[in-house]
């Protein structure tokens, strides 16, 4: 399994990466692509998913006929991570010597951590056709090509401190040393076979071109861009494509803009899962209410693990460690969605099926983070918990989880599946 995650971490650079390569794997799996703006026809035993903006999925399996459909157990996770976003007119030059890029934040990210890295470029571009007609198509320049680099501590010594980092004074990639503005236009019209001229718009970011990579003396750690939540998506999809559902409609909704707040038209707080949830009913000639009533969501987002050198940080009794099993999270003002009753269910299947869990809190005394679910129970009300995998260094551009736990997480969700 740990192969086989890390090929699709690779593969999933940005948001549209994920969901090309989720879409690719469900398909390869027999699922079959439905559109918006079609008519569906969905029957028992049919598995299918659709794609809003490039950027978030639905998946679905149906349970077959004579087992009837009774609810629906939902995985809600998200495909997007904290990075740099390029802006419009994106080159800059710098005294006629350096090329760099003017680029601005997308999430909360740790940023010291991005310096003297090398990166990369992916997302989509906006191509016109004929007239006005546009066609996505996707890019990744798979190789390295900016660095931003970090001022000598030398020159620190003239005055300058550590401080707050300025993504408009200190985070700007440097390109190389052309004096020609163009240049990367012209590379990403190459390789989306296009003519400049008809590039018309781009949702382009910036990522490590670090690869997974296996740590620990015993190779018990995983460090990676983005673990937080590729690992969430990648364990729903390897369980949704394992699951054989019996009574309830197996489904994966991955959304996209989760870490800018998902108040977006293919974000949690859209109408997009509402809205294939009441296709679905439609098409079986169900109504959805009753369907709602007898169904459950796990919300799946990484959770924060014990930090070895700032044990201080974490909760007095509750202090999940990489590699211990799956995090049921929970927050006395329901950032997290975890209620007595959904977090029991949680236990309920793990200790059934004898897979390893842990409980997360936030200091009392710190805000801490929250979630897509609390977002997605605004539209789809029904029974939910948050949990996660465990991992360090969160919004890091490169994240710690432990190995075991993926394997945790993917029986967690297999299992809800077929409760």
Request: hydrophobic share 40%; net charge negative.
């Amino acid at each position: 399994m740990k192969k086989e995650f890390m090929e699709f971490m690779e593969q999933s650079t940005t948001v549209y990466q994920t969901a090309a390569e989720t879409s690719r794997r469900l398909e390869q799996a027999g699922y079959e692509r439905l559109e918006e703006k079609d008519m569906w026809n969905i029957c028992p035993g049919d598995k299918k998913y659709v794609v809003r903006n490039d950027s978030s999925l639905v998946a679905f399996s149906i349970p077959q006929e004579d087992e009837g459909v009774k609810g629906f157990h939902m995985v809600c996770a998200h495909g997007d991570s904290p990075c740099f976003k390029l802006k419009e007119n994106a080159c800059m030059t710098v005294e006629d010597s350096y090329l760099k890029l003017n680029v601005e934040n997308y999430g909360g990210m740790i940023k010291e951590t991005w310096f003297d890295r090398p990166l990369s470029l992916a997302g989509r571009v906006v191509v016109r056709t004929e007239g006005l007609l546009l066609e996505t198509r996707l890019v990744d320049m798979k190789k390295p090509l900016f660095v931003i680099p970090s001022l000598a501590v030398h020159m620190k010594r003239g005055g300058e401190k550590d401080g707050e980092l300025n993504t408009q004074l200190h985070l700007l990639p440097l390109a190389g040393t052309s004096a020609d503005k163009n240049i990367l236009h012209r590379m990403i019209a190459k390789e989306v076979s296009a003519d400049e001229k008809d590039v018309l718009g781009a949702d382009l970011y910036l990522y490590p071109v670090q690869p997974p990579i296996c740590m620990g003396l015993s190779g018990e750690l995983i460090g990676a861009p983005r673990l937080d939540d590729l690992a969430c998506v990648y364990c729903g999809l390897d369980a949704l494509l394992e699951a054989r559902p019996s009574d309830k409609v197996a489904l994966l909704a991955v959304f996209d803009n989760e870490e800018v707040g998902s108040q977006t038209m293919q974000g949690a707080a859209s109408d997009f899962l509402l809205s294939v949830l009441q296709r679905i009913a439609d098409s079986l000639k169900l109504p959805l209410a009753p369907l709602l009533a007898q169904s459950f969501m796990v919300s799946a987002d990484n959770a924060h693990a014990l930090h070895p050198n700032y044990t201080d940080k974490a909760d007095s009794t509750n202090r999940p460690v990489l590699n211990r099993g799956i995090v049921i999270k929970y927050h006395g003002a329901q950032k997290y969605t975890t209620s007595a009753f959904s977090g029991a269910y949680v236990k309920a299947i793990c200790e059934q099926e004898k897979i390893p869990y842990q409980t997360y809190h936030n200091r009392s005394d710190v805000a801490g983070g929250s979630t897509l679910g609390n977002i997605a129970l605004t539209n789809v009300s029904v029974p939910a918990a948050d949990i996660g995998l465990p991992q360090l260094a969160m919004h890091s551009a490169l994240e710690t989880m432990g190995a075991d736990d993926l394997e945790h997480m993917a029986s967690f969700m297999t299992a809800f599946y077929q409760a």
